[in-house]
Each structure stands twice: as C-alpha cells, then as structure tokens.
C-alpha cells in the first residue's frame, strides 16, 4: 500500500506562487506516474499534471507555462510549483498514483487564490 500526505496548500493573492509537496510512504521509484488533481466547488475533479519515473510531464492547457511537476524519488517525494495564480485556480489540490492497479489519494490541501 502507499499512503499520500499533501502540505502547502494556503491562501495566496492573484499573481504569488505555491509549491506543493506530496510524501509518499514508500519509495516512489517503482511508482511509474504520480500526479497532481483538483477539485473546485461544485466542479468535478480535473487532473492538472503527470510525471513518470523518467521525468517525462503532461499538464493541463489552464496550467502551462505556469506550474511545474517535479519529483525527487530519493525523498518520496512529489511537487507541484505553481507560478502566477489565478483564482480560477482555487481549489483542493490532490496528490494521486496508482500502484499495483489501486488508485491512491491524498487526504488533499486547500489552495485559495484571492483577486
């Protein structure tokens, strides 16, 4: 099994910036793709970014050019830089993998974006 802890999610104006951290129980090396979601009020969650092990990423359109996926495998360790928020962009943010055909979620972290 794999247990997923979010943190860094806060309250930050248009234009400041987050990053946000996703620690893993075990090792992520074996993990093929971890990915960051969102969920807005009265939204469906939507998936924001994808990495695999080889570093390879996929953003949604909203958020290129804007945030970074990145992920440091010796600390377990997933991150989501997010640049120059918007407040369409509030919402809580969930760190997700799957591993061993099970679908594992984070208990998620508010992210608020104030105009």
């Known amino acids: 099994q794999v247990q997923l802890v979010e943190s860094g999610g806060g309250l930050v104006q248009a234009g400041g910036s987050l990053r946000l951290s996703c620690a893993a129980s075990?090792?992520?090396?074996?993990?093929?793709?971890m990915a960051w979601y969102r969920q807005a009020p009265g939204k469906q969650r939507e998936l924001v970014a994808t990495?695999?092990?080889?570093?390879?990423?996929n953003y949604v359109d909203s958020v290129k050019g804007r945030f970074t996926i990145s992920r440091d495998n010796a600390k377990n360790t997933v991150y989501l830089q997010m640049n120059s928020l918007k407040p369409e962009d509030t919402a809580v943010y969930y760190c997700?993998?799957?591993?061993?055909?099970?679908?594992?979620w984070g208990q998620g972290t508010q992210v608020t974006v104030s105009s």
């Open positions: 997700h993998t799957v591993s061993g055909l099970l679908n594992y």
């Open positions: 075990r090792s992520t090396f074996r993990i093929n793709v």
């Open positions: 990495i695999t092990t080889g570093g390879s990423r």
